[in-house]
């Protein structure tokens, strides 16, 4: 997926310039061009002042409830990308998603790039060096790990594939003698076989990739942030897992809870975005 029109709507975020500075530099990055949304009455020479901008964004304004406009304009305009901020702060004691970034997310037909609150990015904005594409065997792994690949391809960065195997755990009296000495052969045998799905799987998709990590941890969303951290990730790459009306009501867990807890940006594809 390389993205041609990407739609920014910074306005509801603690630094709007820093969402905009991210998102014009990606933009650069896959050639793509900007709309830039914001509402009616702000200011936003004010709110970008000092942020060194390319002469082409185009600038839009909306009225009432910006997370049912950015949507609609997205379709209208026919952006294929949309960048908004969440507002909640990833050092908080239990991050929390932005009720208008999860609205977004679970409605949204085309792509979206989540920028966390307290990103902290140049002035040159993300120019994306890393790719981290967690996968987890669902239906749609291999459209989404396609997905990842076509995007970190158009914006020249190398791709890295993830997954996250549940921790073994003995159980009841036995715990601390015969079973606790098999979880870590348990244990072993799962990240075999996790590392030899994502080979098979990589190889089916025709993705080129710069590295392949399995991640023993009960908190997928957690081990997720923690490894983009440790290998410098710019950007994390994942789908939705939304099926049918409810589903997307819902929203998987993981991806949420990711979005809240990364300290780079996401983009969620939805399932509709993956056909």
């Known amino acids: 997926m390389k993205p041609s029109h990407v739609l920014v ?32 009455d702000l200011d936003v020479d004010a709110m970008l002042a000092g942020t060194p901008l390319p002469d082409w964004p185009e600038v839009l304004r909306y009225q009432g409830d910006a997370a049912e406009a950015v949507l609609e304009v997205a379709r209208e305009k026919g952006a294929d990308l949309v960048v908004i901020g969440n507002g909640a702060e ?3 004691e239990e991050p929390e998603l ?24 140049g002035a040159a904005g993300l120019a994306p060096r890393r790719v981290l594409a967690p996968v987890d065997f669902e239906a749609d792994s291999g459209p989404g790990l396609a997905a990842a690949s076509a995007l970190a391809e158009a914006a020249g960065a190398e791709l890295i594939v993830m997954t996250v195997v549940p921790l ?24 075999e076989q996790a590392e030899r ?48 009306a409810l589903a997307r009501a819902l929203l998987g867990s993981t991806t949420e809870s990711l979005v809240a807890v990364a300290t780079v940006p996401v983009v969620v594809f939805p399932p509709g975005s993956l056909s």
């Open 9 to 40: 709507c910074a306005d509801r975020s603690p630094d709007p310039a820093a969402i905009v500075r991210a998102a014009t530099g990606f933009a650069t990055a896959v050639g793509a061009r900007v709309t830039l949304f914001f509402g009616k």
């Open 168 to 191: 073994a755990h003995g159980t009841g009296l036995l715990a601390v003698q015969e079973e606790a000495a098999a979880v870590p052969e348990v244990m072993g045998a799962r990240m």
């Open 98 to 121: 932005s009720p208008v970034v999860a609205g977004h997310l679970r409605h949204a037909d085309v792509p979206i790039m989540v920028v966390p609150g307290a990103y902290g990015v």
């Open 90 to 92: 990833p050092e908080d």
């Open 197 to 244: 799905a994502l080979d098979e799987l990589r190889a089916m998709v025709g993705a080129k990739v710069a590295g392949v990590h399995v991640v023993g941890d009960d908190e997928p969303a957690v081990a997720i942030a923690g490894l983009a951290t440790q290998l410098q990730a710019d950007l994390i790459v994942l789908p939705s897992h939304g099926k049918g």
